[in-house]
């Protein structure tokens, strides 16, 4: 009752402590030696992040989602939302900065934050965080995906991209009339894609044509029909000539903003044969494991057509990328474009969740290598460096983030 406590038993060492009542909390580490009796007198408080949301004529917003997220392993995420007065307090933080992200009420899609708040320390002061009425999303695409009969396809989905999003939202497809819906979404151009099927059965239709949506409209895209397929057959060898054995292949297309590139099997003796394949433009991705490098190769495909893509994966040369911290507060998206010779070598997009230097080795095709990694404040910084085929192993690559 006096708040006297006594942990025996201990193996020494530096041990990470927490002391929690209610909404109170507090954290410590304390070295402790061997046949040493160490002391933790800790005092609790309230960790907490309070707020306020309010539009841009300083109107009180209610309903507001709030997401508290900290760097990986340091804390709880925490997820609230304004009440009436647009007030918030998000509770049981850690000690470290928080990313704030706000979704306006009734957005349920999330396919992009109205705002977001780097680097907040609980126990501040009240933060006031402004929403703009342009962040809001209020636009809708309507629909329908049918079979190349004319018929609905059952359960199937249709996938949306736009420009700067950081995920590609989905909506079921309705399974008895192929019609589907999905909003609110925010204004921009944007691209669609159906999806059928699971593992091998699995079809995609090529993306559609980019179309602008505009602020709180509803488009209506008329009829998506999956198509008629076409197959790829693909031959790879290693360096030695010899033909590769159970090395994951990808089949990977592009909305011409981002790329996706999804499993499609495993070589056998070499060979894979790719089926249930939209015609258009992809690149076959062989590589970037087993100490060897990735290599892309590009591929059209032609409805009730086969075509035969023969690829050589050679040796590489064995690097060691060293990522520096970035500069700004984590959880954070980073996109990193590599082009190698002047042209496009792979895109993506990472989830940086604790800041701190990384180590990557991986082998690289010879080639005079752009790097540029932009985050998601638009922050950008761009690495050039060339590897030779005489390269020594391991060498150490520097690539400055943000």
Same mark, same amino acid.
């Given at each position: 009752?006096?708040? &006297?406590?006594? *942990?025996?038993?201990?193996?020494?060492?530096?041990?990470?402590? #927490?002391?929690?009542?209610?909404?109170?909390?507090?954290?410590?580490?304390?070295?402790?030696?061997?046949?040493?009796?160490?002391?933790?007198?800790?005092?609790?408080? +309230?960790?907490?992040? &309070?707020?306020?949301?309010?539009?841009? &004529?300083? %109107?009180?917003?209610?309903g507001?989602?709030?997401?508290?997220?900290?760097?990986?392993?340091?804390?709880?995420?925490?997820?609230?939302?304004?009440?009436?007065?647009?007030?918030?307090?998000?509770?049981?933080?850690?000690?470290?900065?928080?990313?704030?992200?706000?979704?306006?009420?009734?957005?349920?899609?999330?396919?992009?934050?109205?705002? =977001?708040v780097?680097?907040? /320390?609980p126990?501040?002061?009240?933060?006031?965080?402004?929403?703009?009425?342009? @962040?809001?999303?209020? @636009?809708?695409?309507?629909?329908?995906?049918?079979?190349?009969?004319?018929?609905?396809?059952?359960?199937?989905?249709?996938?949306?991209?736009?420009?700067? =999003?950081?995920?590609?939202?989905?909506?079921d497809?309705?399974?008895?009339?192929?019609?589907?819906?999905?909003?609110? $979404?925010?204004?921009?151009?944007? #691209?669609? /894609?159906?999806?059928?099927?699971?593992? &091998?059965?699995? #079809?995609? @239709?090529?993306?559609?044509?980019?179309?602008?949506l505009?602020?709180?409209?509803?488009?209506?895209?008329?009829?998506i029909q999956?198509?008629?397929?076409?197959?790829?057959? $693909?031959?790879?060898?290693?360096?030695d000539?010899?033909?590769?054995?159970?090395?994951?292949?990808?089949? +990977?297309?592009?909305?011409?903003?981002?790329?996706?590139?999804?499993?499609v099997?495993?070589?056998?003796?070499?060979?894979?044969?790719?089926?249930?394949?939209?015609?258009?433009?992809?690149?076959?991705?062989?590589?970037?494991?087993?100490?060897?490098?990735t %290599?892309?190769?590009?591929?059209?495909v032609?409805?009730?057509?086969?075509?035969?893509?023969?690829? #050589?994966?050679?040796?590489?040369?064995?690097?060691?990328?060293?990522?520096?911290?970035? @500069? !700004?507060?984590?959880?954070?998206?980073?996109w990193?474009?590599?082009?190698?010779?002047?042209?496009?070598?792979?895109?993506?997009?990472?989830w940086?969740? %604790?800041?701190?230097?990384?180590?990557?080795?991986?082998?690289?095709?010879?080639?005079?290598?752009?790097?540029?990694?932009?985050? !998601?404040?638009?922050?950008r910084?761009?690495?050039?460096?060339?590897?030779?085929?005489?390269?020594?192993?391991?060498?150490?690559?520097? *690539?400055k983030?943000?």
């Amino acid at each position: 009752m006096d708040g &006297r406590y006594r *942990i025996d038993c201990i193996t020494p060492g530096t041990l990470r402590l #927490r002391a929690r009542k209610d909404e109170l909390e507090v954290r410590g580490e304390v070295p402790v030696a061997a046949g040493e009796t160490a002391v933790w007198d800790p005092v609790l408080v +309230e960790i907490a992040i &309070r707020g306020r949301v309010v539009d841009e &004529r300083d %109107v009180p917003l209610a309903g507001v989602d709030v997401t508290a997220m900290p760097p990986r392993g340091k804390g709880n995420m925490a997820r609230e939302k304004s009440d009436a007065e647009g007030k918030f307090v998000c509770r049981r933080l850690a000690t470290v900065p928080y990313v704030l992200k706000f979704h306006a009420p009734g957005d349920t899609v999330r396919a992009r934050s109205a705002a =977001m708040v780097y680097g907040v /320390q609980p126990g501040g002061e009240e933060i006031v965080v402004r929403l703009f009425d342009a @962040s809001f999303p209020k @636009s809708t695409i309507t629909g329908k995906l049918l079979d190349i009969e004319g018929r609905p396809l059952g359960e199937a989905d249709i996938h949306c991209s736009a420009e700067g =999003m950081q995920w590609d939202p989905s909506t079921d497809v309705d399974v008895a009339t192929g019609q589907f819906r999905i909003g609110p $979404l925010p204004a921009g151009t944007w #691209r669609l /894609q159906g999806i059928v099927g699971e593992g &091998r059965q699995l #079809r995609r @239709s090529a993306w559609s044509e980019p179309f602008v949506l505009g602020v709180g409209e509803t488009r209506d895209v008329g009829v998506i029909q999956m198509p008629v397929t076409g197959s790829i057959v $693909l031959t790879a060898v290693g360096p030695d000539g010899a033909p590769l054995d159970g090395h994951f292949v990808a089949l +990977e297309d592009s909305t011409g903003w981002s790329d996706s590139a999804w499993f499609v099997g495993r070589l056998d003796h070499g060979k894979l044969r790719i089926e249930n394949v939209a015609p258009g433009d992809y690149r076959v991705k062989v590589g970037g494991e087993r100490d060897l490098p990735t %290599v892309y190769e590009r591929v059209t495909v032609a409805a009730k057509q086969e075509v035969n893509v023969d690829l #050589r994966v050679p040796k590489g040369v064995a690097v060691k990328l060293v990522l520096s911290p970035i @500069s !700004e507060p984590v959880p954070m998206h980073e996109w990193f474009v590599w082009t190698r010779d002047g042209v496009l070598h792979q895109r993506y997009e990472n989830w940086w969740e %604790v800041n701190e230097e990384r180590t990557w080795r991986q082998r690289l095709l010879p080639g005079s290598y752009e790097v540029t990694i932009t985050s !998601e404040t638009g922050k950008r910084e761009t690495n050039r460096f060339t590897i030779g085929p005489d390269d020594p192993p391991d060498r150490v690559i520097p *690539i400055k983030l943000p």
